[in-house]
Nanobody, 116 residues
Framework: VQLQASGGGLVQAGGSLRLSCAAS????????MAWYHEGTGPHRELVAA???????TIADSVEGRFSASRDNQKATFYLQMDRLRPEDTGVYYC???????????WGKGTQVTVSS
């Protein structure tokens, strides 16, 4: 199983990035997908998620600036990040979860740095 995250980089405040998470080795459409942010805090925080049924969850801190989407045909999960802020800096991790089988996978993460 592999979750390959990409699309991170260095951007000025107010800019945009689009993260991608390409999944392999899993039946993608059966998994709930999520992006987590690891910044200066002690824990990874949920940023956005889309369940296998299409239900979307967005963290309050990024509501109106970030959006998530998934392409089951391409087995890829996306995070569109607009109006980036310095506090968005950190590593973004892709997560795939299949609750019924208590199965959970993490990608290696992609670094996002937002300069002020």
């Amino acid at each position: 199983v592999q979750l390959q995250a990409s699309g991170g980089g260095l951007v000025q405040a107010g800019g945009s990035l689009r993260l991608s998470c390409a999944a392999s080795g899993i039946l993608f459409e059966n998994f709930d997908m999520a992006w987590y942010h690891e910044g200066t805090g002690p824990h990874r925080e949920l940023v956005a998620a889309i369940s296998r049924s299409g239900r979307t969850t967005i963290a309050d801190s990024v509501e109106g600036r970030f959006s998530a989407s998934r392409d089951n045909q391409k087995a890829t999960f996306y995070l569109q990040m607009d109006r980036l802020r310095p506090e968005d800096t950190g590593v973004y991790y892709c997560n795939a979860e299949f609750l019924e089988y208590k199965t959970n996978f993490w990608g290696k993460g992609t670094q996002v740095t937002v300069s002020s």
